[in-house]
């Protein structure tokens, strides 16, 4: 869902974000639902994204939480940012600024082309899932085998009767 987030960004460090606003622009973002990572993973994805909204909405980019932060953009305006949209750890917003027509077309396109593309396990991440598995099995102390009990004095004696 497409939330217009220039509140949040009344007082930012951002002059990118900035300028976009004292030029009466807007700045909007939209959630993508377990996506958190497919922006960064995925540069064929990104940039075919980054072309679309510049071919389509004459937007010139966007930034998504993944990246943050930066671009005058700290941890806290993150969490805003995060909070606004009703983002999770799993999830990505992706923010547009620019003039609200622009800002709006951008933020549709993105919708549409990131809809369904969630982060999947990377041959990567599958190693470092074994390798803590493997480092986690290591840890674990093996069973002591049992030892024979050595027969007690009592015992002794009923086996000599």
Known sequence: MIQE????????????????IK?????????????????????????RVQKEIMDKAGVKGFISTDELPQYGINADDKKKIMSACGATNKD????????KDKTLAALKIIETMLAGKTKKATPKSKKKAVKK????????????????????AKKKAKKKK
């Open 92 to 99: 990505v917003v992706v923010l547009v600024a620019d003039q």
């Open 133 to 152: 598995a493997k480092k986690a099995a290591t840890k674990r102390k093996p069973a002591k085998p049992k030892k024979a009990k050595k027969p007690t």
């Open 23 to 47: 030029g009466g622009g807007i700045v909007g973002g939209v959630k993508v639902s377990g996506a958190n990572g497919v922006l960064l993973e995925n540069d064929p994805l990104s940039n």
């Open 5 to 20: 987030l220039t509140k949040l960004f009344s007082k930012t460090a951002s002059h990118i974000i900035a300028g976009v």
